[in-house]
């Protein structure tokens, strides 16, 4: 049996031949030439393309109140063929099955959304003195273009608006964070660390959605040594194999492929090169055994250590609470013994009996001293 919303889409749905109705319900302007063979005809006697042009504004007026009207007119329609006839009937039949209450509900919501569509259904007219229909509003436009180009002196600049858009993008991003990006946390998943035979490591790169030319980039990364089946002489002919990809300071071969248009291509070229990299390694017909690997590519960067000494182990920590113990000791001996210094009152006290400095001019360039 048919839904309701399949039924009520075919109760809303449009006449087949509703563009060339609509082509034909309005009736061209024509101009009698001066010098014709034609027969006249009187603007009165009817013709056929009258006749025709009355019977489509009279189809295209029609609105059927159910879909049981439509399949009825449907089925009538000469122009239709035998499949769809009888596609028609079967659909015919389920909506005589449809109970009385869900009839009368979709008739109601069919006549509901006729009324509101007449205005949008209705044929625009050109009008007869109108120079490419300038004049005309456009129906697409929310507004009505009614002093839509008077400047009033209330509106702020194109600055002001473009900050003002800034600003609505940042509150957008906000509300994505506070109320959307809490909802990921249901799709999370526990933590599993690679197996043994897992030794290829893919990054991507995803910008949120949003199409850009880089994410369909693909990075593998790989240990020589986490290769099964691998002898030391191997290893040593693939990393020559990879040349400058081969980074010696974290043994790590590192390769990227961006040449095809998904992330799914760029990752199987990068598996297959790959096992042709293997493959090629363990060929023993050229080991590059007169080849020395090449690592002038990779700059080392010199690993600063600290001394052992400047390590805060247990035993330095306690040093260091015995040595401020003891500094605090002295100075409490020195304040009861009145030897201990006050920083502020000698700085007081240098000032008081300091000679005062007499200030010589400084002459400028330019400038001469007063005689």
């Avoid at 839509?148 to 209330?154: I, S, V």
């Avoid at 071969?253 to 990299?277: P, T, W």
Wanted: net charge negative.
């Amino acid at each position: 049996m048919a839904s309701p919303v399949n039924l009520l889409r075919l109760c809303l749905r449009p006449s087949r031949r509703l563009p060339n109705l609509r082509a034909s319900a309005v009736p061209q302007l024509t101009h009698r030439r001066p010098l014709s063979t034609t027969q006249w005809r009187s603007a009165s006697t009817p013709t056929e393309d009258d006749a025709s042009a009355k019977e489509a504004e009279d189809e295209l007026e029609k609105v059927f109140k159910n879909p049981g009207e439509f399949l009825n007119a449907f089925i009538r329609d000469e122009s239709v063929s035998d499949e769809e006839r009888r596609l028609a009937q079967r659909m015919l039949e389920d909506w005589s099955k449809v109970p009385l209450p869900e009839k009368q509900n979709i008739e109601k919501l069919a006549q509901e959304v006729n009324e509101e569509s007449a205005q949008l259904r209705r044929p625009i007219m050109p009008k007869k003195d109108s120079f490419w229909h300038v004049e005309e509003t456009d129906q697409d436009l929310i507004t009505d273009e009614v002093g839509e180009d008077d400047f009033e002196e209330d509106d702020i600049m194109a600055m002001g608006h473009a900050k003002l858009e800034e600003h609505r993008e940042f509150r957008e991003y906000a509300r994505i964070a506070v109320w959307e990006m809490p909802l990921l946390s249901k799709l999370a998943k526990p933590f599993q660390p690679p197996a043994e035979d897992e030794v290829l490591r893919f990054r991507y790169t995803t910008y949120m959605g949003e199409f850009h030319p880089a994410d369909r980039k693909v990075v593998v990364e790989f240990c020589p040594k986490d290769l099964p089946g691998l002898s030391e002489a191997q290893q040593l002919k693939l990393k020559k194999l990879a040349g400058s990809r081969y980074n010696p300071e974290k043994d790590i071969i590192k390769m990227s492929c961006e040449r095809f248009e998904h992330q799914a291509q760029n990752k199987r070229y990068l598996g297959d090169l790959v096992n042709k990299m293997i493959e090629a390694a363990k060929d023993p017909t050229d080991m590059f055994e007169d080849i020395p690997l090449d690592t002038r590519h990779h700059k080392f960067k010199p690993q600063i250590k600290f001394p052992k000494k400047w390590y805060l182990t247990e035993e330095r920590r306690k040093e260091l609470e015995e040595q401020r113990k003891q500094a605090l000791l002295l100075d409490e001996q020195k304040r009861t013994e009145g030897t201990l210094i006050d920083g502020v009152q000698a700085i007081q006290q240098a000032m008081l009996h300091a000679k005062p400095v007499e200030v010589v001019p400084v002459l400028r360039r330019g400038q001469r001293g007063r005689r």
